[in-house]
């Protein structure tokens, strides 16, 4: 294995990745209607509050841009590592992933907005989708479940981020092989790579979404009290 962080094409791929990621398309949408979405609602920059704020149309709009963040620079990852790759061959996991990841870290932390940004979801959604589709159909299924019990996109979302950890770590154990739904991901060593990117992108969800967690818990109390 090369010096990663002193190849170019590398680093090239990671830097056009975040940067994609960092693209505030929600925030865009709403300044563009008269809003400012750091200002209303939740504070947040992402398609939820869009959505609360100015619609569910406008919504769906921000959370497919915030899905295409994650699909596209995964997409792209093979053309930006051509370098990394002989005839025919497929680009190395642990490349395709942190490209994905470093979308990731873009939406959540956008340069673009001063470091603020979205909780990760929608984006992570569409890398997941992008290189591992079971997996993302398997999380989303976590979140439609906990939303219809719930009734609290945010919650939901922290359902289906320790359902993506229990996946994650299940890969990392070795508990058993999925590789008969893996795409990219066919050998141990790339599930394990795969579980635990899983597990990393999916703590960061469950941080981003603190807020959530603490004003479901009171309102929890406030109702029993």
């Excluded at 619609?55 to 921000?62: D, E, M, Q």
Aim: glycine share 12%.
């Amino acid at each position: 294995m090369t010096d990663l962080f002193s190849d170019s094409s590398f680093m090239t791929a990671l830097l056009c990745s975040y940067l994609i990621g960092s693209i505030p398309f929600s925030y865009i949408i709403a300044r563009l209607n008269g809003v400012d979405l750091l200002k209303v609602g939740s504070g947040n920059p992402g398609a939820t509050n869009l959505s609360r704020n100015l619609g569910k149309k406008l919504g769906a709009i921000g959370l497919g841009f915030d899905l295409l963040k994650g699909v596209v620079p995964v997409l792209l990852a093979p053309f930006f590592l051509s370098d990394h790759l002989g005839t025919g061959e497929q680009l190395p996991v642990y490349l395709g992933l942190s490209v994905g990841a470093a979308a990731i870290v873009g939406h959540c932390f956008s340069p673009f907005l001063l470091g603020k940004g979205g909780k990760g979801v929608a984006t992570t959604a569409g890398v997941l989708l992008a290189y591992e589709p079971w997996i993302a159909i398997s999380i989303l299924a976590f979140w439609g479940i906990a939303l219809m019990r719930i009734r609290s996109v945010g919650i939901s979302s922290v359902v289906a981020a320790l359902g993506g950890n229990l996946l994650g770590a299940t890969m990392m154990a070795q508990v058993f092989s999925f590789k008969g739904i893996l795409i990219n991901c066919g050998s141990v060593d790339d599930q394990r790579i795969l579980g635990l990117t899983l597990v990393i992108i999916c703590l960061l969800i469950i941080v981003r979404h603190r807020s959530n967690i603490r004003e479901y818990r009171e309102a929890r109390s406030a109702a029993k009290s």
